[in-house]
Every structure is written in C-alpha cells, then in structure tokens.
C-alpha cells in the first residue's frame, strides 16, 4: 500500500495537497477555536505557524498527508488527512478534520471522505480507521452516517492540551465494507 496527497474535485468540493501557499488562507479559516476543542495538538492561533511548519514536516515525510479543502467558491473550509499510515499492515486513519462552522452539514465531509476512502482502498488499503474524542457527538454521528462501524472507546488515549484526558471513540471501515459504504456515500451526495 502506497499512498500519496489527493488532488480531487467532486460535488463542489475539492481537496488538494497542502503547501506552503495555503497558509494565510487556512489559517484565517481555522480562528475559531472551537475548531478545535477536542484536539490533542494546540492548535492556537499564537502556535498557527509552528504547527503549519509542523504540518509541512510531516508531510514531506510522508507521516501525514495533509489535504486543503475548498468550497465550490474556491474559499477555504477546512483541512483533513491520512495519517497512521501503515503499508505493512494495509491500515490508514483519515483524520486531522476540520471545517469552518458554515459548511458543517453540507456536502462538504461527505465527498471528502468519499474521495479519500476511495484513493485508500484503490491504493490497497485493508482498513480505514476514524477517530474523534468520545464526548464529540456531532463528529461521531457524522462518522456513522458515513457508514462506518463503530469499535469502541480507547479511554484516557490522548492527553489535551488543557491537561484533561481524551477518551477516543474508533471506527472502521474494512474493504469488504466499502462496495455497501461506497454506495450509500454516492447516494447521498446525488441528493
């Protein structure tokens, strides 16, 4: 399993790898930070550039593939990547999701999930993980409408920033699932 950026555009929406360029943008789009209230990494608006830089590292190194997210406006709306990434054992996390508040509900997550879940297992992988913090109701309940199966709490997974432990809510969705997710994704989006 080999993975690389996505540079896609489907349903209004298009994701293209990040790079240096998307930084004023993206970071004028992430200042609100009840973006990222249950995130381990501070993402404060005084740390943006380290964690940018932070961001960039880790994608030329191939950690983390980060995506730009844009509206059919060409606005930036947010962020989401591949990380966790394991050829060996054929297993990918998409997360590092974010999106600004006026595009929650849309289109948006949906076709970016649809477009990196196909890349994933079109690139071989076996299993996708999702995870959020386990008190994040709404992006768990965005995950199930996803189609993906929900695997449990991992308690006390990640320390926040603020000192307080994370409980992080898994899920999955394997190959064999992905014709049956696929589908409903599709459908979806053609409403």
Same mark, same amino acid.
Request: glycine share 6%; charged share 25%.
């Given at each position: 399993? =080999?993975?690389? #950026?996505?540079?896609?555009?489907?349903?209004?929406?298009?994701?293209?790898?990040?790079?240096?360029?998307?930084?004023?943008?993206? %970071?004028?789009?992430? @200042?609100?930070?009840?973006?990222? %209230?249950?995130?381990?990494?501070?993402? &404060? &608006?005084?740390?943006?550039?380290?964690?940018?830089?932070?961001?960039?590292?880790?994608?030329?190194?191939? %950690?983390? +593939?980060?995506?730009?997210?844009?509206?059919?406006?060409?606005?930036?709306? $947010? !962020?989401?990547?591949?990380?966790?990434? *394991?050829?060996?054992?054929?297993?990918?996390?998409?997360? $590092?999701?974010?999106?600004?508040?006026?595009?929650?509900?849309? !289109?948006?997550?949906?076709?970016? =999930?649809?477009? +990196?879940? /196909?890349?994933?297992?079109?690139? $071989?992988?076996?299993?996708?993980?999702?995870?959020?913090?386990? *008190?994040?109701?709404?992006?768990?309940?965005?995950?199930?409408?996803?189609?993906? @199966?929900?695997?449990?709490?991992?308690?006390?997974?990640? +320390?926040?920033?603020?000192?307080?432990?994370?409980?992080?809510?898994?899920? @999955?969705?394997? %190959?064999?699932?992905? #014709? =049956?997710?696929?589908?409903?994704? /599709?459908?979806?989006?053609?409403?």
């Amino acid at each position: 399993m =080999k993975l690389f #950026p996505v540079t896609a555009h489907r349903h209004d929406v298009s994701l293209t790898p990040l790079v240096e360029a998307d930084r004023e943008a993206l %970071r004028a789009a992430a @200042s609100d930070p009840a973006l990222f %209230r249950y995130w381990p990494r501070d993402m &404060a &608006a005084d740390k943006w550039d380290q964690n940018f830089d932070w961001m960039l590292q880790e994608q030329a190194a191939g %950690r983390w +593939l980060f995506h730009t997210v844009k509206a059919g406006d060409g606005r930036i709306v $947010g !962020q989401t990547c591949y990380l966790a990434i *394991r050829p060996e054992h054929k297993g990918v996390e998409i997360g $590092g999701t974010w999106y600004v508040a006026d595009v929650h509900g849309t !289109q948006v997550n949906p076709t970016c =999930k649809l477009v +990196l879940l /196909e890349n994933a297992f079109a690139c $071989g992988a076996e299993r996708v993980e999702l995870k959020t913090d386990a *008190r994040n109701s709404r992006s768990r309940a965005a995950i199930l409408k996803l189609g993906a @199966s929900f695997e449990g709490i991992f308690r006390r997974h990640l +320390l926040l920033p603020d000192g307080q432990w994370r409980d992080t809510a898994w899920f @999955s969705i394997l %190959r064999d699932e992905w #014709p =049956k997710v696929k589908a409903g994704l /599709e459908a979806r989006l053609a409403r």
